[in-house]
């Protein structure tokens, strides 16, 4: 059982433009969503974070969305720019059991050409 | 800081034979977890580790995967005997608080091919 998707595996953009990338998730326990960035032979590393509490958090070039009604979530990245391409990874967690424990979504690969 | 250390960073093995990765959380990091990447797939929650207690192994193969952390410090995820399925990409991570709004830090992973 899935619990988080990403159900676009790829997305190219042009340098400057915005880069949107989607996830969706089934657990309504889940209360705080993370992005990762991964890029090849390293290992994802943290990127930008919300709280079910609200619907928007942003940071510098990223922002993320959260549809609590939806169960969905996009994060926003203007202007894209070459560098931020790599594997991006939706995760969320829940504060029930407070372990830390994250579930992770399949991952999209995020082209930014230039 | 330094960040998580893991090791080696490649291994390829034979099915049923036996492998062992090494994990180095950053300094003072309480919280350990181990992560199984399989290609094009999210890493999933092997094994969580709070100083040197198991706090969530519900998804470790324990029939063929253990893991232990002496002293609370680094970790070892062994595999006896590996199997096809198990290629993957290891990865170890840590945090500093077992909260679920603490971000995870990863190392660089371990890269299994099963043959």
């Known amino acids: 059982d899935q619990q988080v998707k990403q159900n676009s595996p790829s997305l190219s953009v042009q340098e400057g433009r915005i880069s949107i990338l989607n996830c969706d998730y089934t657990?309504?326990?889940?209360?705080?969503f993370l992005w990762y960035k991964k890029y090849p032979a390293e290992g994802p590393t943290f990127l930008i974070s919300?709280?079910?509490?609200?619907d928007k958090n942003e940071d510098g070039r990223f922002t993320v969305f959260l549809n609590k009604s939806a169960k969905h979530l996009s994060l926003h990245i203007v202007p894209s720019q070459p560098g931020d391409s790599a594997v991006y990874f939706c995760?969320?967690?829940?504060?029930?059991?407070?372990?830390?424990?994250?579930?992770f979504g399949q991952g999209t690969t995020l082209q930014v050409k230039p | 800081e330094a960040g998580v250390a893991q090791s080696p960073r490649y291994k390829i093995i034979e099915k049923r034979q036996s492998v062992a990765f090494w994990c180095n959380p950053i300094?003072?990091?309480?919280?350990l977890y181990w992560y199984q990447q399989i290609l094009g797939q999210g890493p999933k929650l092997l094994i969580q580790f709070q100083n040197n207690g198991v706090v969530d192994d519900s998804q470790l193969p324990k029939d063929r995967f253990s893991a232990e952390r002496l002293k609370g410090v680094d970790s070892t995820l062994k595999i006896q005997p590996a199997k096809l399925e198990d290629s993957a990409v290891y990865l170890c991570?840590?945090?500093?608080?077992?909260?679920?709004?603490?971000?995870?830090?990863f190392g660089n992973g371990t890269r299994l091919t099963v043959t």
């Open positions: 657990n309504s326990m889940f209360d705080y």
């Open positions: 995760a969320a967690s829940a504060q029930s059991g407070n372990t830390g424990k994250l579930i």
């Open positions: 300094s003072g990091h309480a919280t």
């Open positions: 919300i709280s079910s509490i609200k």
């Open positions: 991570a840590s945090s500093s608080l077992s909260s679920y709004n603490s971000p995870l830090h």
